[in-house]
């Protein structure tokens, strides 16, 4: 089996390294799943690009649909990362669990988001027609939809790297879904 090493700012090219040294600025550390990134020149940076892009979407609802889509998926290591940016985000624990789940059933915009992100991940690409329409009912714009495709799509290459590389996860674990109905 291939065993993949986190790569260290020495590793990594000078575009990379520069990230690196902002990464350490901002967030503290450079997390393992964005270091792995910089075995390519060019991927972290563009992977940061895309996460930070301008979006119609607020802070909570795209940790929403990370912590539905890293569910859906399986990844442990964004569960983890997402579990602690959500209470950052002013999620409970147990808000975290429940959304995990493809609910939010404290707060109905969030509750339609979170089910339409679960239907469209589970159903590869292709929503219920019923989860489509609960989404726009909540108040979701088409521009939000394109929006929440986006954030899907940055997270699925997220779970897939994880999955792929199997790099250590430097964040609290997440806890155990006891019910997941995936």
């Given at each position: 089996?291939?065993?993949?090493?986190?790569?260290?700012?020495?590793?990594?090219?000078?575009?990379?390294?520069?990230?690196?040294?902002?990464?350490?600025?901002?967030?503290?550390?450079?997390?393992?799943?964005?270091?792995?990134?910089?075995?390519?020149?060019?991927?972290?940076?563009?992977?940061?690009?895309?996460?930070?892009?301008?979006?119609?979407?607020?802070?909570?609802?795209?940790?929403?649909?990370?912590?539905?889509?890293?569910?859906?998926?399986?990844?442990?290591?964004?569960?983890?990362?997402?579990?602690?940016?959500?209470?950052?985000?002013?999620?409970?624990?147990?808000?975290?669990?429940?959304i995990r789940s493809g609910k939010a059933s404290f707060d109905n915009k969030l509750d339609a988001l979170a089910a339409f992100v679960k239907n469209i991940t589970l159903n590869r690409s292709k929503p219920a027609p019923h989860a489509l329409e609960k989404l726009f009912e909540a108040g979701y714009t088409k521009a939000n939809l394109v929006d929440v495709i986006m954030v899907i799509g940055d997270k699925i290459i997220s779970n897939f790297i994880h999955g792929a590389t199997q790099v250590a996860v430097d964040f609290p674990a997440a806890p155990v879904l006891e019910e997941v109905n995936v």
């Open positions: 089996m291939t065993t993949f090493k986190v790569p260290t700012r020495e590793e990594v090219n000078p575009s990379n390294q520069q990230i690196f040294d902002k990464l350490r600025d901002t967030v503290g550390f450079v997390p393992n799943l964005y270091a792995t990134y910089a075995y390519n020149d060019t991927a972290l940076g563009d992977y940061l690009n895309l996460q930070n892009r301008k979006s119609t979407l607020k802070a909570k609802e795209r940790e929403v649909i990370n912590l539905v889509v890293s569910q859906v998926n399986e990844c442990e290591y964004c569960l983890a990362a997402h579990t602690a940016i959500g209470k950052m985000n002013g999620f409970t624990s147990e808000q975290i669990l429940e």
